[in-house]
């Protein structure tokens, strides 16, 4: 099945920048959703970013304007740039795929394991 592999996290000073790449194998489908999330200790999983088929994206209202998602159709590559870092964004970010269905994306299927960004103040 389509797996999901998650790099580029580390640790970083705050109003520095990170960015994230999330790499598919065994790609299935022609087109995915891709999304990025994260879980902060001891708090639920939230999304963060979502670019859709037609390239559309969406953020979560904490990150807009310093986090910005994208994606190599070709490659099967998804991006998360982030830049402006604040320690509250400390957490591990998932990688996330769905397919899509209307041009619109189905829930979220798969995720990769994560990777840990640490943001220190």
């Known amino acids: 099945q389509v797996q999901l592999e998650e790099s580029g996290g580390g640790s970083v000073q705050s109003g520095g920048s990170l960015r994230l790449s999330c790499s598919a194998s065994?790609?299935?489908?022609?087109?995915?959703?891709m999304g990025w999330f994260r879980q902060a200790p001891g708090k639920e999983r939230e999304e963060v970013a979502v670019?859709?088929?037609?390239?559309?994206?969406r953020y979560a209202d904490d990150v807009k304007g310093r986090f910005t998602i994208s994606r190599d159709n070709a490659n099967v590559t998804a991006y998360l740039q982030m830049d402006s870092l604040k320690s509250d964004d400390t957490a591990i970010y998932y990688c996330?795929?769905?397919?899509?269905?209307?041009?619109?994306?189905?829930?979220?299927?798969?995720w990769g394991r994560g990777t840990q960004v640490t943001v220190s103040s």
């Open positions: 996330a795929a769905a397919t899509t269905y209307g041009g619109r994306c189905t829930p979220f299927s798969v």
């Open positions: 065994g790609y299935k489908y022609s087109s995915f959703c």
């Open positions: 670019i859709e088929r037609d390239g559309t994206t």
